[in-house]
C-alpha cells in the first residue's frame, strides 16, 4: 500500500516562509512525477509545482519566484520551499506521486496539510 505523508504546514505571517515536504512509503520501485497542489474551500484542487524524477519542474504563475520544489529520489521525498508568502496562498496543500507500476501509473494524493498566512 501506498502512503504519502505531507508535513511542515501551519501559520505564518505575510511576507515570511515555510517548508513542506511529504514522504513516500510502500512497495515503491520508481516515483514518476511528484507534485504540489492546493485547494481553497469552494474551489478546485490547483497545481501549485511538480518536478520530474530527472528534476525538471513546473510552477504555476502564482509560484514562479517564490517558491522552489525540489525531491530527494532515494528518500521518495518531495519538498516545498514557500518564501515571501501571501494571504492569497492560504489553502490546505496536497501531495502527489505518480508512481510507476508493471502496468502502468496510478496517482497517489497525501492528506493535505493546512498552510495559513495572516495579513
Known amino acids: 500500500q501506498v502512503q504519502l505523508v505531507e508535513s511542515g504546514g501551519g501559520l505564518v505571517q505575510a511576507g515570511g516562509s515555510l517548508s513542506l515536504s511529504c514522504a513516500a512509503s510502500?512497495?515503491?520501485?520508481?516515483?514518476?512525477?511528484m507534485g504540489w497542489y492546493r485547494q481553497v474551500p469552494g474551489k478546485q484542487r490547483e497545481l501549485v509545482a511538480n518536478?520530474?524524477?530527472?528534476?525538471?519542474?513546473n510552477y504555476a504563475d502564482s509560484a514562479k519566484g517564490r517558491f522552489t520544489i525540489s525531491r530527494d529520489n532515494a528518500k521518495k521525498t518531495v519538498y516545498l520551499q514557500m518564501n515571501s508568502l501571501k494571504a492569497e496562498d492560504t489553502a490546505v496543500y496536497y501531495c502527489?506521486?505518480?508512481?510507476?507500476?508493471?502496468?502502468?501509473?496510478?496517482?497517489?494524493w497525501g492528506q493535505g496539510t493546512q498552510v495559513t498566512v495572516s495579513s
Open positions: 510502500g512497495n515503491i520501485l520508481r516515483i514518476d512525477v
Open positions: 502527489q506521486g505518480s508512481v510507476r507500476w508493471d502496468y502502468g501509473v496510478n496517482d497517489y
Open positions: 518536478i520530474s524524477r530527472g528534476g525538471n519542474t
